[in-house]
């Protein structure tokens, strides 16, 4: 029938003939001539060179330690202790309906995590409380512990932590320690502690790339119904916010969605990391209407995005679309470039002016905000570098009520997380979350070829875009000073680090 449609043979003879000249144009000679030149300055660059390093020195470094021993003897006492018990009464339990029950539920704990994370994603401000976090994760804890003392197979993985992430975990602790005010130190290591063992849990329970795909479509329904309520916001009708826009150079916008979070940024930074992983499923999906589906799927968040106002996170979503392209197929960067320079100017009125301000620092409130917030805590930045203030932005604020102000009030975070983090945990838990997220990257782009399975290759390559993003946001916000915007990047490194384990299944010698 198709063959036989005299409208669509004539639309594919007029594809055919714009993709021959579009083939031979010397507009695509020059970009194909500017993709070579950028892969052998890149080939030749230092982030190559780090790319393509080994590291597995420093897991072997850190397996050495006795920290890790000890680390690795507590995580596995409850199996040492108990599963010898349980192995010689297994015949008095394998029977009942409660045993079974427990079997379904801790042979598919992704599914409770995913499910969790679905539901952070779309209650509403007033009605999430922080404290639900720990509890959560500390149930599904509890459960995977279980499941270590029943069944002698399931194991934590370690491998999910490296060196430098070790030293990340001692500054964070050291950090509530040593605090200049611990108590007020005590929630945030709570909230650090809840999302390392996030990422531990993600890990370890995940055991094949179905289950992995399974925990990410699960979360993405929930952020695309946020995105639809970000959108039923828009249509409704937001008030705007004075302290959030600089009414003189954004005349005529409207108020900024926020959807189910407390703040526009906080639901940008969001959907920034959490977008790349559309992109992941349609590419790994064989079906057709599973690619539509969730083409539809990402629809509302991507133009809910465009309604947060967010000029820091439309950066970030530009990285993440530049490093996911790149990683997908390179060749086509500098078309993506030269397509999106073209189609800026038809942007809509309102995020065109609210773009356009980033062209004009001086005359802008927010980056001079920023600005005056630096000047503002410089003194401590001198005085606590190497040691840190303590966890949390409540001391962060108590130091600062100390100093004299630029701002109308003490700032209550820096903008900045590497800069909070230097400011909480001194340079050194910086330094190593530094080490730790960028060599989670070096893994991810190293092992997407090195899998022969596409819903991995593809999910490494979302991770890998969707931390590049944020990581380019966080030289303007302290996304993490919102608890579940903490919660989904840690979620997002857990995912990450379980595809990276599953990538190396088959070849377990091999350090991630």
Request: one cysteine or more; a positive charge.
């Amino acid at each position: 029938m198709y063959y036989d449609s005299f409208v669509l043979a004539g639309l594919a003879r007029f594809a055919g003939f714009v993709t021959i000249l579009w083939k031979y144009s010397y507009i695509h000679k020059i970009l194909q001539w500017l993709g070579r030149k950028s892969m052998l300055l890149f080939s030749s660059s230092r982030i190559f060179g780090f790319l393509g390093r080994d590291d597995s020195r420093s897991m072997d470094i850190l397996k050495e330690s006795s920290i890790y021993r000890l680390f690795e003897r507590l995580m596995n006492m409850p199996h040492i202790l108990l599963g010898g018990l349980f192995a010689g009464k297994r015949a008095v339990f394998e029977g009942s309906f409660a045993y079974k029950l427990y079997n379904k539920i801790t042979d598919n704990l992704h599914i409770l995590i995913s499910l969790f994370l679905f539901i952070a994603l779309v209650v509403p401000h007033d009605f999430w409380l922080n404290k639900y976090n720990t509890a959560v994760v500390l149930a599904i804890l509890l459960l995977f512990i279980l499941k270590t003392i029943t069944d002698s197979k399931v194991k934590f993985f370690l491998k999910a932590f490296d060196l430098f992430f070790f030293i990340f975990l001692v500054a964070v602790v050291l950090a509530e320690v040593f605090s200049l005010y611990p108590d007020l130190s005590l929630r945030f290591l709570a909230f650090y502690l809840t999302c390392f063992l996030l990422v531990l849990l993600l890990a370890s329970s995940v055991k094949n790339s179905e289950q992995l795909a399974d925990t990410i479509e699960i979360i993405l329904v929930g952020l695309t119904m946020s995105g639809l309520y970000g959108i039923w916001q828009e249509i409704k009708g937001v008030p705007l916010i004075p302290s959030q826009v600089d009414l003189d150079l954004n005349e005529g916008m409207l108020g900024r969605v926020y959807s189910a979070f407390d703040n526009s940024n906080n639901f940008a930074e969001i959907l920034i990391m959490l977008l790349p992983f559309y992109a992941a499923v349609i590419f790994y999906s064989k079906g057709i209407l599973k690619k539509l589906l969730f083409l539809a799927l990402a629809a509302p968040s991507l133009v809910a995005l465009s309604f947060t106002g967010s000029r820091s996170s439309w950066i970030g979503i530009v990285i993440a679309i530049l490093v996911f392209t790149f990683l997908k197929k390179k060749a086509i960067v500098p078309l993506l470039i030269v397509a999106g320079i073209l189609a800026f100017p038809f942007l809509p009125q309102s995020i065109y002016r609210r773009a356009m301000t980033l062209f004009n620092p001086t005359a802008d409130d927010s980056i001079m905000y920023r600005i005056d917030i630096y000047k503002t805590i410089w003194p401590m930045i001198k005085d606590y570098w190497f040691t840190g203030l303590g966890l949390g932005n409540d001391v962060f604020v108590k130091m600062g009520q100390n100093l004299y102000q630029y701002t109308k009030q003490a700032p209550i975070h820096s903008h900045n997380v590497y800069l909070q983090i230097c400011m909480e945990t001194g340079v050194i838990g910086a330094l190593a979350f530094i080490g730790y997220i960028l060599g989670l990257i070096k893994k991810a782009v190293k092992s997407i070829k090195r899998s022969g399975d596409p819903i991995i290759a593809n999910i490494l390559v979302a991770g890998a875009a969707s931390i590049s993003g944020i990581l380019v946001v966080s030289l303007f916000e302290y996304v993490w000073f919102y608890a579940r915007v903490m919660l989904i990047f840690w979620a997002v490194v857990g995912l990450v680090t379980a595809a990276l384990k599953l990538a190396y299944d088959e070849r377990p010698e091999r350090n991630i």
